[in-house]
């Protein structure tokens, strides 16, 4: 993008987008923690299994509550249980970041919101 002033001073602004595509991974948008052994664990899922070097859960103040290292996708019972520091959390939207290794062995970030049903 270029901008120019009314004096004719410019300014020129570039940005890189890169696209990814379909990594098949599969990261839940929600789970219920309530015991029942039927999603009771946030993890990521993927078509193949991956290495995830890192799973953080934080509040809405950006406090870490969680975090899990090295461990491999596909595991519904490994992952967050939605507690911190041993007490369930209330219901709402939580956000998380994982570093993933790619099928190149590459390290990945990603990062979005999961929703905690009670």
Not at 17 to 36: A, K, L, Q
Not at 58 to 67: I, N, P
Not at 89 to 115: C, H, P, W
């Amino acid at each position: 993008a270029t901008i120019t002033n009314d004096r004719g001073c410019s300014v020129v602004a570039r940005i890189n987008i890169r696209v990814i595509g379909e990594t098949g991974i599969y990261i839940p948008t929600g789970f219920s923690p309530n015991g029942d052994s039927n999603n009771d664990f946030f993890t990521v899922f993927s078509k193949n299994p991956r290495p995830i070097d890192q799973l953080q859960i934080f509040d809405r103040w950006g406090g870490l509550l969680f975090e899990l290292n090295d461990f491999i996708s596909n595991d519904p019972t490994i992952g967050w249980d939605g507690t911190a520091r041993g007490l369930p959390v209330n219901s709402g939207v939580f956000v998380y970041k994982i570093l993933i290794r790619n099928d190149a062995g590459e390290q990945e970030m990603l990062a979005g919101d999961v929703t905690v049903i009670r």
